[in-house]
């Protein structure tokens, strides 16, 4: 049949009708959105009578799917067979990107959805979840081999201790196939009134079994790009606007220009937050019918980068005592500590991706450099080698500031800043000591030991 963009999803509600519709749907791209294109649909076939029956595709074999869409029913009208998380499309080629999941699945304090990934991992590669350092003692070389992409540089510690502490079903690598028996099944035909419905975030395009989707049923993309391109984030920007107005409809209420701009500068790319918070500040408006810039300024804060600008200023110029002020003004504003964590981590990483390149032969960095040489030469020698591009497509003057800040570290001090980190973000996700003092023990030894090391 066809591959439809999320934005096109009117043309898949129109094709269903009473009488037609297509006997597999696939859903992919970004979570959120998965979710709520699927509700859509399932409230498109369901119009007259029938039922969804929601399943955990880590937990089923291709076998047991199988079986399940090929069985008869007694219920009466349409069974939809909503199938979350399958591996059926997962292979080495998406690994990497199962892996970065996984992580932010982590950095975003929600275990949960990082073991389905870890696990998802472990089924691509074949391997058991057997003993307690699982994908610590894989090395550089297997590590490849089984998953297709670089071993990462960081320590495994995070993702050994989630499935030390998982239940054994939840990381059973399930022997979910090649896909060829879903393939026959779809080929020759499910019974009438049922319907496969199928949601991932990560597919490899390469299978078979997305090209015979593709041939007898209905594909919906609803990835969105990631990173933080100019590329990327026109199309985040895109999908947080149509979301709020989306949200806004619903309670029949509009917004000033200004909020729809603010709420991705405030919030950032995290779809389920943007709906929450728009239905909070229609909540807050009460008969209004406008949300406003006072609105949003009583119920949704800074940007995270804004609100810690002052605090990885303090710490990056080693000013203690005022880093150790803006802290305490982010907890109390209601920051989360891992919200803390992750942004800290990211800057320091920022500083060492840029002494890297600072400490290349060609373009040759000067600490004494101007803004004017710096964008006029340096800038333009240094993204003519290709390297970090969606760092270097940032503004001009806000590079220089950066790599002026950078100038600061030597590399092996910023590593040891980012240990500090990851060790931090251990302890606030596994000890019983209050966040507040965890994190200001981190901004103590950042900067003393950067100190001590210039002494």
Not at 352 to 381: C, D, G, V
Request: glycine share 4%; aromatic share 8%.
């Amino acid at each position: 049949m066809a591959v439809y963009k999320r934005d096109e999803i009117k043309a898949v509600l129109d094709s269903i009708t009473d009488t037609s519709h297509a006997p597999v749907y696939l859903i992919f791209g970004e979570r959120y959105l998965c979710r709520e294109t699927a509700e859509l649909i399932e409230s498109a076939l369901l119009k007259k009578s029938g039922s969804v029956h929601r399943l955990d595709g880590t937990t089923l074999s291709e076998s047991q799917i199988c079986a399940r869409i090929l069985s008869l029913s007694i219920l009466p009208g349409l069974q939809i067979y909503s199938i979350t998380d399958s591996g059926l499309f997962h292979s080495k080629k998406s690994s990497e990107e199962i892996w970065k999941k996984a992580e932010k699945g982590f950095r975003d304090n929600k275990p949960e959805l990082a073991l389905k990934h870890l696990s998802a991992l472990l089924a691509v590669a074949q391997l058991e979840a057997t003993g307690n350092r699982v994908f610590s003692d894989i090395s550089p070389d297997s590590w490849s081999k089984f998953f297709g992409f670089a071993h990462p540089d960081s320590s495994l510690d995070w993702a050994d201790k989630l499935l030390i502490n998982a239940p054994p079903t939840s990381v059973a690598a399930k022997p979910m196939g090649d896909g060829q028996k879903l393939i026959e099944a779809i080929t020759n035909g499910l019974p009438p009134t049922n319907i496969l419905l199928l949601i991932s975030e990560t597919v490899d395009k390469r299978k078979k079994l997305f090209s015979q989707i593709k041939k007898h049923g209905v594909i919906v993309d609803c990835s969105v790009a990631a990173g933080s391109s100019r590329a990327a984030q026109k199309q985040q920007q895109k999908v947080v606007r149509e979301l709020a107005l989306e949200t806004l409809q619903r309670f029949e209420k509009s917004a000033q220009p200004k909020v729809l701009e603010a709420l991705y500068e405030r919030i950032g790319f995290h779809p389920v937050a943007v709906v929450m918070e728009v239905e909070k500040l229609c909540l807050y408006a009460g008969e209004a019918s406008q949300i406003t810039v006072d609105h949003l300024n009583t119920l949704v804060s800074r940007t995270r980068e804004d609100a810690l600008f002052e605090l990885t200023d303090a710490i990056g110029s080693g000013k203690l005592s005022r880093s150790l002020k803006f802290l305490e003004s982010l907890l109390k504003s209601g920051t989360h500590s891992l919200a803390v964590v992750a942004s800290l981590r990211n800057y320091f990483r920022k500083m060492l991706i840029i002494t890297s390149l600072q400490n290349k032969k060609e373009p040759r960095w000067s600490p004494s450099m101007n803004a004017n040489l710096f964008q006029n030469q340096y800038l333009p020698a240094l993204k003519e080698q290709s390297e970090w591009p969606d760092l270097l497509a940032a503004h001009p003057y806000a590079l220089f500031v950066s790599f002026s800040k950078a100038a600061r570290y030597k590399p092996d001090e910023l590593k040891r800043i980012l240990s500090m980190i990851l060790e931090a973000e251990f302890n606030l996700k596994g000890s019983a000591i209050p966040p507040q003092l965890i994190l200001e023990e981190l901004v103590i030894s950042m900067i003393n030991g950067v100190s001590s090391e210039r002494r």
